[in-house]
């Protein structure tokens, strides 16, 4: 309460310095941040319950809705095709579209970065792919919101990806050699303690960077958006819409971009790192 | 700059409130991250990963397959084209050889033919001459009876005009020594 009510005094102070009108940044943030509600103006709201369990606060909220709507989405659609391929081996229309992505998954990002034994991997990548890609685009529609443009998500998306990273280098390379294969061969000995210190940080900052990238990227899209329509109302003038529109088309095409490209790079990047600690000798 | 003040705040106002921060990290929706994540995961394993990856390799190794046969078949396809030709050209030189052959056998066929029919043809006129030449003998011997008998009719018709005896003896002599002369 405290961040928001600080938040707010400080726009308006500074809205009034600007601007004779009261200015409010709420509604910006009320369309990014996660809710206990969902917002379908002008139809009204759904409130969302509030669970607590053991005391956590466990409450379902937009995000979470969304995130279940994903994997519905996701569930229908894989069903379908499943059952696709049942039928007949020669794919046709959705199950044609799915699995072209399927095959780049498997052909463009699993088999070059992790090569031999990638099939072990390959659910959880293509699960890991579907999943933000839908919740990305999930954000691109009327009354969504973009559950990967949550931190909590991404980096939880994040830790599930740095779980697959250490199980894999710890199953293919036993847990020690796991980590003796960590620190590069052929450093001097006295480089060792600092080098076991540099490697160990590495294997955080590389889930860290993927759910800040995810996070920043998704957020960055709506808030430009939102910017540029709010545009309009803070300088309270018909004339800035066509702009502050064609702007904001431009932005929305720019984000589907950025959609299937996000989930590519964390497909990529988590293929890339289970990669490296599988075959860590090079 | 409103703006990005604003984001920058409220990255630093960090701790919850009733819609929390930018930056927050909601253990709740940690928890529900964890579950629908893992959940559609091991649901999409089982219900679409296995399979559709399954029924893709089986598609590739079936693609692979038909090409290997298709070009096996090409292969075999030509070899027998291959095979054919070689029997075709044997088969024509065989047919020039017939030909050749016959041609040969009617050619002797023929001279044979021709030079028995040229002996054959000597033979049958050798055999016309001889007789003709009989003929002729045949001829020539009914005409001296023929000549005898007119003779014998002359000397009787001479012998009732001329009843001289002398004279008729001289006349047949000369008669027949002149028949015989002839």
């Known amino acids: ?282 | 700059m409103l703006l990005f003040s604003n984001i920058a705040f409220l990255a630093l106002a960090g701790s919850g409130g009733e819609q929390g921060g930018l930056l927050d990290v909601v253990p709740g929706l940690i928890f529900w991250t964890v579950i629908t994540f893992v959940l559609l995961l091991l649901i999409l394993k089982k219900m679409a990963w296995k399979p559709i990856l399954n029924s893709l390799n089986e598609r590739e190794k079936l693609i692979k397959e038909s090409l290997e046969k298709a070009d096996n078949a090409r292969r075999e396809a030509e070899k027998l084209i291959e095979e054919n030709k070689a029997a075709l050209s044997k088969a024509e030189e065989e047919a020039q050889k017939i030909i050749a052959q016959g041609r040969e056998f009617s050619e002797k066929l023929r001279d044979q033919i021709l030079i028995e029919s040229k002996s054959e043809a000597k033979k049958i006129i050798d055999l016309a001459n001889a007789e003709i030449a009989r003929k002729n003998q045949e001829a020539f011997n009914q005409l001296k009876e023929e000549v005898a008998n007119i003779a014998i009719n002359a000397a009787e018709k001479i012998i009732r005009e001329n009843l001289d005896a002398d004279k008729q003896k001289n006349i047949v002599k000369k008669y027949l020594s002149d028949l015989t002369k002839n």
């Open chain 1, 1 to 282: 309460m405290t961040g928001i009510d600080s938040l707010n005094t400080v726009s308006d102070s500074l809205a009034k310095a600007e601007n004779s009108g009261s200015q409010d940044t709420g509604w910006l943030m009320h369309h990014i941040l996660d809710a206990r509600e969902l917002d379908f103006e002008p139809f009204g709201t759904i409130h969302l319950p509030n669970i607590n369990l053991f005391g956590f606060d466990i409450s379902i909220t937009k995000h979470v809705i969304f995130m279940w709507l994903a994997a519905i989405i996701l569930i229908l659609i894989f069903r379908t095709v499943s059952k696709a391929y049942q039928k007949s081996l020669a794919p046709k229309g959705l199950s044609n579209f799915i699995e072209v992505l399927i095959i780049f998954v498997r052909d463009e990002i699993a088999k070059p970065t992790i090569g031999k034994g990638f099939e072990r991997f390959l659910p959880y990548l293509l699960t890991v792919f579907f999943f933000i890609l839908t919740c990305n685009f999930l954000g691109l529609v009327p009354y969504g919101s973009t559950a990967t443009s949550n931190i909590s998500i991404t980096a939880t998306l994040a830790i599930l990806s740095f779980i697959m990273i250490q199980a894999g280098g710890i199953i293919h390379n036993g847990f020690l050699g796991y980590f003796k294969g960590l620190v590069p061969h052929g450093v001097p000995a006295w480089l060792l303690p600092i080098m076991a210190v540099v490697e160990i940080l590495g294997l955080f900052t590389k889930p860290f960077a993927l759910a800040i990238r995810l996070f920043a990227n998704l957020t960055a899209g709506h808030i430009v958006i939102l910017a540029l329509l709010g545009l309009i109302f803070i300088l309270n003038t018909y004339f800035v819409a066509p702009v502050s529109i064609a702007f904001a088309l431009f932005i929305y095409l720019l984000e589907i971009l950025v959609a299937l490209i996000q989930a590519y790079i964390f497909t990529m990047l988590s293929s890339l790192f289970i990669g490296m600690a599988v075959h860590q000798d090079h």
